[in-house]
């Protein structure tokens, strides 16, 4: 959903249950973007990054997405633990080469697993 | 090995006063970079160095606003003029290299009063 304010998007989900988290970034010259997690009182953590030339890339029970033409990303988490709760940010870059320079984020979805 | 380290942690200071920010970056890596996040927010880029210079200040908002890194290693972030908008949490991140993956630290959290 949008976020109004303050409120961030926000997605619950069962522990054990596959999770997807949209983002639509702004800037159709973006050539690479990463997924951050951050939680409470902590910096952003790096998750996985894709470059513009790619359009799937897989890590340790993450998955990123890349559709160009909508201007779209996604990351789905499987099997999601407890430890998987916290706001989720997409970052685009002009950087193809990827690291930490001029990085746009978005807004966040906070992600919340259920007991 | 330490992580990146921000200090202080916390600080509040009045409209119009002078604050400095500091960074210590991961031993041996190059490149830096300063964010910042308003509550709510995704972080917002300020300013990246490679070495001991700015290769990229397009996100200094103003000139109130300026950073260094004299020796390539700790980072300063120097504020001058204090607004309540200033009020949000600075983050500092820095990598290996250019295009390597970068790490942040906690952040200070900057309340303008």
């Known amino acids: 959903g949008e976020s109004v304010g303050l409120h961030l998007p926000t997605l619950s989900v069962q522990e054990g249950d596959n999770s997807i988290i949209n983002c639509a970034y702004s800037?159709?010259?973006?050539?690479?973007f990463i997924w951050y997690k951050q939680e409470s009182g902590k910096g952003p953590q790096f998750i996985i990054d894709?470059?513009?030339?790619?359009d799937k890339r897989q890590g340790q029970r993450v998955t990123v997405l890349l559709n160009k033409t909508v201007k779209h990303l996604s990351l789905q988490i499987a099997a999601t633990q407890p430890g998987d709760s916290a706001v989720y940010f997409c970052?685009?870059?002009?950087?193809?080469?990827?690291?930490?320079?001029?990085?746009?984020f978005g807004k966040g979805t906070h992600l919340i697993i259920q007991p | 090995g330490a992580g990146v380290s921000q200090t202080p942690s916390n600080k509040v200071t009045e409209k119009g006063k002078y604050v400095e920010l500091r960074c210590d970056p991961i031993?041996?890596?190059?490149?830096l970079y300063w964010y910042r996040q308003s509550l709510g927010q995704g972080p917002e880029f300020l300013i990246y160095?490679?070495?001991?210079?700015?290769?990229?200040d397009s996100g200094l908002p103003n000139d109130r606003f300026f950073a260094v890194r004299p020796e390539g290693s700790v980072s300063t972030l120097k504020i001058q003029r204090t607004e309540r908008g200033d009020s949000a949490v600075y983050l500092c991140?820095?990598?290996?290299?250019?295009?390597?993956?970068?790490?942040f630290g906690q952040g200070t959290r900057l309340t303008v009063v």
């Open positions: 991140a820095s990598s290996r290299g250019r295009n390597t993956e970068a790490f």
């Open positions: 160095f490679q070495g001991t210079g700015a290769a990229d």
């Open positions: 970052a685009e870059s002009l950087n193809s080469g990827g690291g930490a320079d001029g990085l746009t």
């Open positions: 800037n159709s010259a973006s050539d690479y």
């Open positions: 031993s041996g890596h190059t490149a």
């Open positions: 894709i470059r513009s030339n790619m």
